[in-house]
């Protein structure tokens, strides 16, 4: 689709949300759950029409306020429906989970984001990935580690081989190349330094810290039956195999309503302990600029108000999968002023996307059980935002 039937598709949904929410107050500070349902029913059943997807879920939450409304099928063989106990793999939004654990550890002082990686691994000692630091590893930054392992890397002691192998193309800090290898050896390295094994950190003290009860590395047993199928180009159902690193780079399967209380400790992380208050500050801190995003531990930042075109560019294909030149942030931006922050997420068979304005009070989070295009994702998202925001458009238009 071209920018021009883009602004075509949005110009007829955002005349369909006026409409509909006319006579919602411009604040927003109390929606209507009636009105807002029938904004995401106009987003959600065409989308989901158009890509096949068996099932889906939105949560939203407004001043503190949270919504969630679910559509489709969970698993099409039983015809489960998709409720708010049902469970979504959320892919690389993982990520930002293992940013904040991370980080967590590093507000504790267990290591410095300086630190090389080598100094928590000594089976790397003369590797390439012995000079490159803990920040490279995170921010993606550590020289050119690609988006997934080479196939035949199937196990631990053949991906420890990998990364003693590995040869940088570039000066570490000086691109950007989106890596599971790469913030998969981060929150890695990060556990060990930590002194404790990665999953039991995050299932144990993390989760539980964050007060999300239905949030899981491994999904257990007496939940299996909430768990959904995600399903394959071809329409068969599948499921995450395991994989080195998955645990970091894509582990996490939650409910919309406990993704969305993730979301709420990111807008207003006040009522958490003041040490995981302050490794949230730390992940929405910039490390690297590159366009009109900025790179920093897990979430992607742009200045708010901003524009559906930019997000559209920083989510998109070329970000993902090509190297892109970086300008280091030196000392780190702080999180200051009104910033947009978003994550998108996918598996085999799952397709997910998070935003947040933190100085709005809004976040918006998509779960699918198809891995369905992310321009489709950043398109809704964008809908849905521009009614909650006052019935503004995000990019500060009245």
């Known amino acids: 689709m071209n920018l021009l039937q883009t602004r075509r598709q949005l110009l007829t949904a955002s005349l369909l949300a006026t409409a509909t929410l006319a006579g919602w107050p411009a604040s927003a500070q109390t929606p209507d759950r009636t009105r807002l349902e029938a904004v995401i029913d106009a987003a959600v059943k065409p989308l989901m029409k158009r890509a096949d997807i068996p099932g889906m879920t939105v949560a939203i939450t407004v001043k503190g306020q949270r919504f969630v409304f679910n559509y489709g099928l ?3 063989r039983s015809g489960r ?5 049902t469970i979504f793999e959320v892919g690389s939004i993982s990520k930002t989970y293992t940013a904040t654990l991370a980080a967590y550890g590093q507000v ?3 290591f410095a984001l300086s630190d090389k990686a080598g100094r928590y691994l000594p089976a790397l000692a003369g590797s390439s990935l012995d000079a490159v630091t803990m920040l490279d590893l995170a921010t993606y930054t550590a020289g050119g580690l690609p988006l997934q392992f080479p196939d035949d890397v199937d196990d631990d002691a053949k991906m420890l081989a990998y990364y003693k192998a590995w040869r940088p193309a570039y000066a570490p800090g000086s691109h950007r190349l989106y890596s599971n290898p790469s913030i998969g050896l981060f929150g890695y390295l990060a556990a060990r330094a930590m002194g404790k094994p990665f999953d039991g950190l995050m299932q144990g003290e993390l989760l539980p810290k964050l007060g999300l009860a239905s949030t899981f590395i491994k999904v257990p047993q007496d939940r299996m039956a909430d768990y959904a199928f995600g399903y394959s180009k071809a329409g068969k159902p599948i499921r995450v195999n395991p994989g080195p690193m998955d645990q970091q780079a ?11 209380r993730f979301v709420e400790a990111n ?10 208050q302050r490794a949230i500050t730390v992940t929405h801190s910039g490390y690297y ?3 009109p995003m900025t790179q920093g531990l897990g979430w992607e930042i742009y200045a708010y108000p901003t524009t559906l075109e930019r997000l559209l560019a920083g989510n998109s294909a070329d970000m993902a999968f090509k190297p892109q030149a970086v300008h280091e942030l030196t000392p780190p931006q702080s999180p200051q002023g009104s910033l947009l922050f978003n994550k998108t997420g996918s598996t085999n068979g799952f397709g997910s996307y998070v935003v947040y304005v933190p100085a709005k009070g809004i976040g918006i989070a998509l779960l699918a059980n198809r891995n369905y295009p992310i321009p489709d994702r950043v398109k809704i998202a964008w809908q849905i935002l521009s009614v909650l925001d006052g019935g503004n458009d995000p990019a500060g238009k009245p």
């Open 267 to 276: 807008i207003d992380p006040s009522k958490l302990e003041a040490t995981l």
């Open 250 to 260: 894509y582990g996490i399967k939650t409910t919309a309503a406990d993704l969305i």
């Open 74 to 76: 969970a698993d099409k």
């Open 289 to 291: 600029q590159t366009g």
């Open 81 to 85: 429906k998709v409720d708010d106990n």
């Open 108 to 110: 504790q002082g267990t």
